[in-house]
């Protein structure tokens, strides 16, 4: 499908994902809801993708998953003897086209993803559990309640966000982790409703950023934090 030429071309927005320079409209990305939401959509693909590890690669379930599928549906489970081992790797090297580089992210995170299946599967769909939780309250001058938790484990941790009545204003919400120090800062997205996932990139660790710091950003096309923050909690375990 063309890109719309009412908004950000795909290539550049796919640029801006992977924190390279990209010559675009920043006026219209930040007054535009639809491109900022695939540009969150797609850093979001791009994270899962660098915190692959060699202990994310997908292994065969065993034989008794393959039955007990079967048994669910009524099938004679014969199936499961003709399974094919598959073992693929494919290198991946830098195309021409930045897209193309996400598309194999994309594809990369659903191997993932049914790596991740299979594991719930075997262990009885057990998450990790929350680790940190954090009350979240409104900062002088504005309004607005929440809790943050993180949930799971290793590279597959997830901030999950819950908040209500947050003060209004021209702009759009961002969720932020902050250094203890203040200074230091890690975009987590863009936060479009009341409730929110984000996944947490490996890197960061809680302990070095335990503060969950929710923004109001004006749409003037400055990717830094408008120090205008309106809830604002500590995680703690």
């Not at 003709?82 to 194999?104: G, K, S, Y």
Request: net charge negative; proline share 5%; hydrophobic share 45%.
């Amino acid at each position: 499908m063309a890109p719309d030429a009412e908004h950000v071309h795909p290539d550049d927005l796919a640029l801006l994902a992977l924190g390279e320079q990209a010559e675009l409209d920043r006026t219209h990305l930040s007054a535009c809801a639809r491109c900022r939401d695939e540009v969150d959509q797609l850093r979001r693909v791009v994270t899962s993708a660098r915190s692959v590890t060699a202990d994310d690669t997908p292994v065969a379930p065993p034989a008794r998953v393959w039955g007990a599928v079967a048994a669910e549906l009524g099938l004679d489970g014969s199936a499961s003897s003709e399974t094919d081992e598959v073992a693929a790797v494919v290198p991946l090297t830098r195309p021409r086209r930045r897209t193309a580089v996400l598309v194999a992210a994309a594809a990369l995170v659903g191997v993932l993803a049914g790596s991740v299946v299979t594991g719930l599967v075997l262990s009885g769909g057990d998450d990790g559990g929350v680790v940190a939780s954090a009350d979240l309250a409104a900062l002088p001058e504005h309004q607005g309640t929440g809790a943050a938790e993180v949930v799971g484990s290793g590279d597959r941790r997830e901030l999950k966000l819950d908040v209500t009545g947050l003060t209004t204003g021209d702009g759009f919400y961002e969720v932020w982790l902050l250094g203890a120090d203040g200074k230091r800062l890690v975009s987590l997205g863009l936060l479009d409703g009341s409730t929110a996932s984000f996944p947490l990139p490996s890197q960061v660790d809680l302990a070095d950023f335990p503060v969950v710091d929710v923004s109001l950003e004006p749409a003037d096309g400055n990717p830094a934090h408008s120090g205008d923050s309106i809830v604002r909690g500590t995680l703690s375990s």
